[in-house]
T-cell receptor, first 115, second 113 residues
Framework: KAGVTQTPRYLIKTRGQQVTLSCSPISGHRSVSWYQQTPGQGLQFLFEYFSETQRNKGNFPGRFSGRQFSNSRSEMNVSTLELGDSALYLC??????????????FGPGTRLTVL | QKEVEQNSGPLSVPEGAIASLNCTYSDRVSQSFFWYRQYSGKSPELIMSIYSNGDKEDGRFTAQLNKASQYVSLLIRDSQPSDSATYLCAVIVGGGSNYKLTFGKGTLLTVNP
């Protein structure tokens, strides 16, 4: 089975711009979760999509948004970029059907640098 | 109190020794627990999941869970230099369909040849 893929792998943007990241989950998985990883804050949960609906959300401002398509692929958008948004953005794939959560498998991540 | 806490390390062990990594969590109703390994510059890789009290073994890895003490640990037997990485403890916090996977800050493990 192919793993989780994320594109692009690296991005450089300037403050005020917006960015869209893409994630394709493992075949058959319907849940995609997004995380931000920084050296200071560690891995922080952004949101989870299941069957095209946002099911859970972390404590991030509204500049961070996402969506999921009928083929389970997901995109994450960050508008009005700030320097503090520089981070590794990870998506994780799971079946999404186990009550209370199940194993999540991570993609390689997108390294975003905001100048 | 942080939801998931780990010793940041670094933890240094000689090759062939047992490495012991510890994690505590605050949500008493958590039912799902995971250990991930993350090499520098790479994404986290799932190495163990545990859902019931007691031990779960997989090769050189043993996860231990004690829900009464809200404690989960990972033992790595016969540690190898290739085990040198950051180990992340993760706990499902919340219940039903309203949950999130919450990570500790990670413990950096160095295995010295």
């Amino acid at each position: 089975k192919a793993g989780v893929t994320q594109t692009p792998r690296y991005l450089i943007k300037t403050r005020g711009q917006q960015v869209t990241l893409s994630c394709s989950p493992i075949s058959g998985h319907r849940s995609v979760s997004w995380y931000q990883q920084t050296p200071g804050q560690g891995l922080q949960f952004l949101f989870e999509y299941f069957s095209e609906t946002q099911r859970n959300k972390g404590n991030f401002p509204g500049r961070f948004s996402g969506r999921q398509f009928s083929n389970s692929r997901s995109e994450m958008n960050v508008s009005t970029l700030e320097l503090g948004d520089s981070a590794l953005y990870l998506c994780a794939s799971s079946s999404g059907t186990s009550p209370g959560g199940d194993e999540q498998f991570f993609g390689p991540g997108t390294r975003l640098t905001v100048l | 109190q942080k939801e998931v806490e780990q010793n940041s390390g670094p933890l240094s062990v000689p090759e062939g020794a047992i490495a012991s990594l510890n994690c505590t969590y605050s949500d008493r109703v958590s039912q799902s627990f995971f250990w991930y390994r993350q090499y520098s510059g790479k994404s986290p890789e799932l190495i163990m999941s545990i859902y019931s009290n007691g031990d779960k073994e997989d090769g050189r890895f043993t996860a231990q869970l004690n829900k009464a003490s809200q404690y989960v640990s990972l033992l790595i037997r016969d540690s190898q230099p290739s085990d040198s990485a950051t180990y992340l403890c993760a706990v499902i916090v919340g219940g039903g369909s309203n949950y999130k996977l919450t990570f500790g800050k990670g413990t950096l493990l160095t295995v010295n040849p």
